[in-house]
Structures are given as C-alpha cells and as structure tokens.
C-alpha cells in the first residue's frame, strides 16, 4: 500500500472549514484513500473514503485531484469536538491491514 | 448493537505476567484486527485475523498471540509481559471485500502497563 505524507499539525477557527492535506504520489490505480480519525486516545473513527472522485458524507468531504496524488479532507463547518489526531491512508488489497502514520494534528479553537 | 467491546479498560501487569486480552464484536465481520499504539505514534498492527480458523501476523507480532476459535471473538494473549509492552491496545473489525477492503470499526481500546 503506497505511503502518505501530512502536515503533523493545523488549526483551525471554529465554525470555519478545515481543510486537510494529503499527498500520496505512489498510489495505485486500485488503491482508495480513507481517513480516519482519533479523538483523545479513543478508538480511530472512521470519516470518508474514495477512489478517484469526490465524496461527500454526512461528517466531510474529500477532495481528490485528478492524477490521485494527493487529497484534501474537508470539515465544512469545524467544532471544538472536531480537535483530534487524522489519519490518511492509503488502502489496497492488503485485507484490513491498515497502515496509520504520524497523522495530522487539528486543533479547532473558539 | 454493541459494535467492538474490549476488555479489559485498564490492566497493570508485573515482568513475566500473562495475560489475555478480550475483544468481541457483534457485527458477523469476517475481518478482525489487534493494534498497539505507543505514545504519540500511530497504531501498529501486530495480528490479524480474515476468519473463523485463520489469523496471521501483522508489523509487530513478536511477545504475543491469537486466536480465532469464532466470528465473534479474537483475544490477545500476551505470554510474559514485558515493559517494552506498555502500550494501548485496540480491537478492530470489518467485513472483508476484495480490492478496496471496508471500513474498520475500532473498540475503546485496553490500556496496559507493564512494570
């Protein structure tokens, strides 16, 4: 499964978007981008996934440029509860065996 | 549904201790994993398992092992713990699909110290 790279740390205003960055130039053409997150030492959750376009759910939307190279998780409206560590990561056929990096720090602040 | 349980919350474990941690989960995923996270890093994955019978061994397997005797459950047993094992540890679960795989449902973790 290819590599990512992310920022170790952003902030973010409350009730603005936070947009997080990815980039993951090794990816295949069979490989999805997911991101997950962990709130204060909580079990990861996860938020959205995608191949190839653009994927908007109920929690975020992701953002993936056109080559796949790199990615943009987007909180539309970020709240205080929102602060927690997130994680992308790039997923294949290696069943489940999700590989978690460093991840990007978001601290959401009044 | 209860999702991934995981028990116990918090252990303390003396050198040389065993012990076995739980993990249930109730959604019939074929798919169930075990993580460490140490502090400030992300989680490593130290076994796995795709199904009733079958487990295999993920980046850190070394001082622990598994099995998977049903769907439902998938403890951790740690044989002789050490400090070096100190760590939280997390029970994950999904269906398992060709290709893209599915999303993972992670438990509230098992917190252990080892002194």
């Known amino acids: 499964d290819a590599k990512t790279t992310q920022p170790p740390s952003m902030d973010c205003a409350e009730g603005r978007a936070a947009n997080l960055p990815c980039n993951h130039s090794?990816?295949?053409?069979?490989?999805?981008v997911y991101w997950y997150r962990q709130i204060h030492s909580q079990g990861p959750q996860y938020i959205i996934h995608?191949?190839?376009n653009n994927e908007t759910n109920e929690m975020a939307s992701l953002i993936i440029t056109e080559d796949r190279k790199s990615s943009t998780l987007i909180l539309p409206h970020a709240t205080l509860r929102d602060t927690a560590v997130y994680y992308c990561?790039?997923?294949?056929?290696?069943?489940?065996?999700?590989?978690f990096g460093q991840g990007t720090i978001l601290t959401v602040h009044p | 549904n209860a999702g991934v349980t995981q028990t116990p919350k918090f252990q303390v474990l003396k050198t040389g201790q065993s012990m076995t941690l739980q993990c249930a989960q109730d959604?019939?995923?074929?798919?169930m994993s075990w993580y460490r996270q140490d502090p400030g890093m992300g989680l490593r994955l130290i076994h796995y398992?795709?199904?009733?019978?079958?487990?295999d061994q993920g980046e850190v397997p070394n001082g622990y092992n598994v099995s998977r005797s049903t769907t439902e459950d998938f403890p951790l047993r740690l044989l002789s713990a050490a400090p070096s094992q100190t760590s939280v540890y997390f029970c994950?679960?999904?269906?398992?699909?060709?290709?893209?795989?599915?999303?993972?449902?992670f438990g509230p973790g098992t917190r252990l110290t080892v002194l």
């Open positions: 959604m019939n995923h074929e798919y």
């Open positions: 995608g191949l190839k």
């Open positions: 990561i790039v997923f294949g056929t290696s069943y489940g065996k999700l590989t």
């Open positions: 994950a679960s999904s269906y398992v699909s060709t290709g893209a795989g599915d999303t993972q449902y």
């Open positions: 398992s795709v199904g009733a019978g079958i487990t």
């Open positions: 090794t990816i295949s053409g069979n490989e999805y």
